[in-house]
Each structure stands twice: as C-alpha cells, then as structure tokens.
C-alpha cells in the first residue's frame, strides 16, 4: 500500500516554543491530507484538512493560529504547534488519501508524540 | 450522541475464540464504513472496508446493517497477535463530494490470551 512518512516520530520542547511535524506521502500525490490528535485512551479526533495550494480546513474547537498548517506541495503538509502548552502534548497522525489509485482509502503516518514540559 | 459510539472493552479472550465487536453510528447519510486496527502507541491501520452486502477476509467478517446504522466485526479463531484497539470508522462524505473526513469510534480493546 501507499507510504506515508512523518517526521519527527517524537519530540519534546519547552513550554511556549513552536514544533513543526512534517507529514510526506511518500510515492503517491496527495491533494488532501488529514491532521489528527489522539490522547491517550482516546479516539483520533480530526483536526484539520489540509488542501494542496489552499487553505486548510479546521474543525470546530480547534484554533487556525495556533495549528498552523501548509501543504505547499502534492507530497508534504506541514502542522507547526504555535506556542505549545503542556496541554498540546498528545499524538499527532497525519493522513493521505491517494483517490485516484485507492478511493476513499486513507493512508496514516506513524505518527508524532509531542511532549511539552 | 457520539457521532460512532463503540464499546470500549476490554474484551478478554482466549486463542480460538470467536469475538464479536459492534458499533453505530449517528448519522444516516454516512456513506462508507471500515474497520481500522491499532496497536499500542501506533498509528491505525486499516483492516477492512465494510460493504452493505457484508464481507469477509479471512478471519474477519464484518457486516453492515443501513437500517439499524450498525456495523460490526466477527473475529474467528482468535491469534495472541489479534491483541490490539479496534477502531470503527465512519466517511461522512458520499459522491463527487466526499471530502474524506473520517470520524473515528473510541475504539474496542482486544486481549487475547494463550
């Protein structure tokens, strides 16, 4: 199936600084990609869709300035956590769809575990 | 109500068993069901897609019921290495519309045990 990377698998940082997570469709186009965060013992939650040349998409509660996101390119969207707080600390999954091979199937990265002290 | 409500378990088996999940979801316009599968601290996987007509692979047979907006997973013969959360998960989208967005159950945790 189709590759989907993301980097860094983990990091963690100071209260207030910025973290950026790349998230790479690896041998596929990708003209949309999907931001997610899991905390622990929770569901995934949608964050955001993020269109290639547009802007993204936010679901409801979740802050644009805060979660800024690019997806400058076919194959890299980028999530940056403005500002980070303890509270961000969580599992950010980014994925894929690749519509034109595989439909509405969507391909997840391994995922980033952000830890904010 | 939870957009996709499942029970969380945790449902403790022995290898062998057969282990049913369920889920429902809320919203009737809902267009296209799958079974996702993920292991501790890793990203979900998808196991299988969930057709009207029902579907199997292999050991896994899920099935759909529109009318009850319920879906559930059959595992038969259950593997130490079926141990994992079982995600159900909802396109909300249908058509020339679809935006992909998927809502996600809270998931079911399985142990099987030798």
């Known amino acids: 199936g189709a590759v989907v990377s993301q980097h860094p698998s983990w990091v963690i940082c100071k209260s207030g600084t910025s973290v950026k997570i790349e998230c790479r469709s690896l041998?596929?186009?990708?003209?949309?990609m999907f931001w997610y965060r899991q905390f622990p013992k929770q569901s995934l939650m949608l964050m955001a869709t993020s269109n290639e040349g547009s802007k993204a998409t936010y679901e409801q509660g979740v802050e644009k300035d805060k979660f800024l996101i690019n997806h400058a390119s076919l194959t890299l969207s980028t999530l940056t956590v403005t500002s980070a707080h303890p509270e961000d600390s969580s599992f950010y999954i980014c994925?894929?769809?690749?519509?034109?091979?595989?439909?509405?199937?969507?391909?997840f990265g391994p995922g980033t575990r952000l830890t904010v002290l | 109500r939870k957009e996709v409500e499942q029970d969380p378990g945790p449902f403790n088996v022995p290898e062998g068993a057969t282990v049913a999940f369920n889920c429902t979801y809320s919203n009737s316009a809902s267009q296209s069901f799958f079974w996702y599968r993920q292991d501790c601290r890793k990203e979900p996987k998808l196991l299988m897609s969930v057709y009207s007509s029902g579907n199997e692979d292999g050991r896994f047979t899920a099935q759909l019921n529109r009318a009850s907006q319920y879906i559930s997973l059959l595992i038969r013969d259950s593997k130490l290495s079926d141990s994992a959360t079982y995600l159900c998960?909802?396109?909300?989208?249908?058509?020339?519309?679809?935006?992909?967005?998927?809502?996600f159950g809270q998931g079911t945790t399985l142990q099987v045990k030798p």
């Open positions: 041998d596929f186009q990708a003209t949309t």
């Open positions: 998960v909802v396109n909300m989208g249908s058509g020339s519309g679809n935006t992909g967005k998927l809502i």
């Open positions: 994925s894929a769809r690749d519509v034109p091979t595989a439909g509405d199937t969507q391909y």
